[in-house]
């Protein structure tokens, strides 16, 4: 997909387009339960998987993701060891303390409008994003390594097993939001225990975590939890608003033009942990032109297909029989689907720019960027989704991840005009 010379950027390239491509199959069976499912169910669904899961992964998962993606070529591997060591168990202790404090909340704060969602799907969610550290600790390394070919098993198990295990569970169950429920938890607990025993033999847990361990990870990690926050903060207000406002079967409308959307994830995933890993270590070894490089020719790259994908993704919807029909040929779902699209691509390009901040440390700058972007959705959300339903969620999606990626493209040119890196 991006042209180089380079044979590891190649070679990372071609495998993320074929596991991508495999994700893709994947995710229009996922599509599938739009039209398997009663609308309210699907849209319980999307909220356990988006707004449950995606909090607790950003609060648990994501920081000590993106710290091993920075740091792998800046230390040697036994100090590296204990920092994730140290990540690891502390994600633990921040995922039971939240699993007891959801069982010990009052059955009113489960009550969304007047549809309640059951405790035990909540807590169930929380285990697997707790659990799924581990997987994406051993993602991260291999990515880092640019061993891209383990990277992709990791995201290809969770995402290609759901299904399956949702079929599998569909025989016990029916085609309800427990069968996409079981699918989501047991996938991501699986692989996420599976991950803790590799990394274990591999020797990356083997240094004994202490406090002074933990001190240089969690003055990274923690600005990057608050953008984590914010990152899903955007999906989630979009959401709750369109569930208080029109209802949960309304959400669940809202959530299948973003499943079709999220196919622009597609480029994204492709084009980032291609990037990454060849962009941090020509930052480590001081190369900074061949990185500024980098960075401009793949996003005018990723901007070409995600261009194309905002113009064929509706017209997928309008004119595939079995989509159009889960889609319940709805004007305002096939409209939401090209504006989702070009948010879902600002979002991917903004977190290509966001590398030379985060290569340089400067995660509190990302963080704050994120979370302003996320309190200009809350507004828009509040102006437009009252006025537009669904159509405005889609709109206030859009205006956010714009806005993430222009402050983002401001601040890293500002800081070379200025002579940071």
Same mark, same amino acid.
């Given at each position: 997909?991006?042209?180089?010379?380079?044979?590891?950027?190649?070679?990372?390239?071609?495998?993320?387009?074929?596991?991508?491509?495999?994700?893709?199959?994947?995710?229009?069976?996922?599509?599938?339960?739009?039209?398997?499912?009663?609308? *309210?169910?699907? $849209?319980?669904? /999307?909220? @356990?998987?988006?707004?449950?899961? =995606?909090?607790? &992964?950003?609060?648990?998962? !994501? #920081?000590?993701?993106?710290?091993?993606?920075?740091?792998?070529?800046?230390?040697?591997?036994?100090?590296?060891?204990?920092?994730?060591?140290?990540?690891?168990?502390?994600?633990?202790?921040?995922?039971?303390?939240?699993?007891?404090?959801?069982?010990?909340?009052?059955?009113?704060?489960?009550?969304?409008?007047?549809?309640?969602?059951?405790?035990?799907?909540?807590?169930?969610?929380?285990?697997?994003?707790?659990?799924?550290?581990?997987?994406?600790?051993?993602?991260?390394?291999?990515?880092?390594?640019?061993?891209?070919?383990?990277?992709?098993?990791?995201?290809?198990?969770?995402?290609?097993?759901?299904?399956?295990?949702?079929?599998?569970?569909?025989?016990?169950?029916?085609?309800?939001?427990?069968?996409?429920?079981?699918?989501?938890?047991?996938?991501? *607990?699986?692989? $996420?225990?599976? /991950?803790? @025993?590799?990394?274990?033999?591999? =020797?990356?847990? &083997?240094?004994?975590?202490? !406090? #002074?361990?933990?001190?240089?990870?969690?003055?990274?990690?923690?600005?990057?939890?608050?953008?984590?926050?914010?990152?899903?903060?955007?999906?989630?207000?979009?959401?709750?608003?369109?569930?208080?406002?029109?209802?949960?079967?309304?959400?669940?409308?809202?959530?299948?033009?973003?499943?079709?959307?999220?196919?622009?994830?597609?480029?994204?995933?492709?084009?980032?942990?291609?990037?990454?890993?060849?962009?941090?270590?020509?930052?480590?070894?001081?190369?900074?032109?061949?990185?500024?490089?980098?960075?401009?020719?793949?996003?005018?790259?990723?901007?070409?297909?995600?261009?194309?994908?905002?113009?064929?993704?509706?017209?997928?919807?309008?004119?595939?029989?079995?989509?159009?029909?889960?889609?319940?040929?709805?004007?305002?779902?096939?409209?939401?689907?090209?504006?989702?699209?070009?948010?879902?691509?600002?979002?991917?390009?903004?977190?290509?720019?966001?590398?030379?901040?985060?290569?340089?440390?400067?995660?509190?700058?990302?963080?704050?960027?994120?979370?302003?972007?996320?309190?200009?959705?809350?507004?828009?959300?509040?102006?437009?989704?009252?006025?537009?339903?669904?159509?405005?969620?889609?709109?206030?999606?859009?205006?956010?991840?714009?806005?993430?990626?222009?402050?983002?493209?401001?601040?890293?040119?500002?800081?070379?005009?200025?002579?940071?890196?």
């Amino acid at each position: 997909m991006i042209v180089s010379k380079d044979k590891t950027f190649r070679r990372n390239v071609i495998i993320y387009t074929m596991a991508s491509a495999m994700g893709g199959l994947v995710h229009l069976a996922h599509l599938l339960w739009t039209h398997l499912l009663d609308q *309210a169910d699907y $849209g319980r669904f /999307a909220i @356990l998987e988006g707004v449950v899961f =995606g909090f607790a &992964a950003a609060a648990i998962t !994501l #920081a000590p993701q993106q710290y091993i993606l920075v740091y792998l070529h800046k230390k040697p591997r036994e100090k590296l060891g204990g920092d994730l060591g140290g990540m690891l168990g502390l994600a633990f202790i921040v995922g039971a303390v939240a699993t007891l404090t959801l069982c010990v909340l009052p059955e009113s704060f489960f009550v969304l409008g007047v549809e309640a969602i059951p405790r035990w799907a909540i807590v169930g969610v929380l285990v697997a994003a707790t659990l799924a550290t581990g997987r994406m600790m051993a993602q991260s390394v291999n990515e880092a390594q640019s061993q891209p070919t383990r990277a992709a098993l990791w995201s290809d198990f969770v995402d290609g097993t759901r299904p399956f295990i949702a079929i599998a569970l569909f025989f016990l169950l029916g085609w309800t939001w427990e069968a996409r429920w079981g699918g989501l938890v047991l996938a991501h *607990a699986g692989a $996420g225990l599976a /991950a803790v @025993l590799i990394l274990s033999r591999q =020797g990356w847990l &083997a240094r004994p975590p202490s !406090l #002074a361990s933990l001190r240089e990870p969690l003055r990274f990690s923690l600005p990057m939890i608050l953008a984590g926050l914010a990152y899903v903060g955007y999906q989630s207000a979009d959401r709750l608003y369109v569930a208080f406002w029109g209802g949960i079967a309304a959400a669940g409308r809202y959530e299948a033009s973003y499943r079709l959307a999220l196919l622009v994830n597609t480029v994204n995933v492709v084009t980032l942990k291609s990037f990454t890993p060849l962009f941090y270590s020509a930052y480590g070894r001081g190369d900074r032109e061949r990185a500024t490089k980098l960075l401009r020719k793949t996003s005018l790259q990723a901007t070409a297909w995600i261009g194309l994908l905002v113009v064929l993704l509706p017209l997928i919807a309008i004119y595939t029989p079995i989509l159009a029909e889960s889609y319940r040929a709805s004007p305002d779902v096939i409209l939401s689907i090209p504006i989702l699209a070009a948010g879902l691509g600002c979002l991917g390009i903004s977190f290509l720019w966001q590398s030379p901040l985060l290569a340089r440390g400067k995660t509190k700058t990302v963080s704050a960027i994120a979370v302003v972007s996320a309190l200009v959705n809350l507004g828009a959300d509040a102006v437009l989704i009252p006025r537009m339903g669904g159509v405005g969620a889609a709109w206030g999606t859009f205006i956010a991840f714009a806005f993430m990626l222009a402050m983002t493209m401001l601040v890293v040119r500002r800081a070379r005009g200025t002579g940071g890196h």
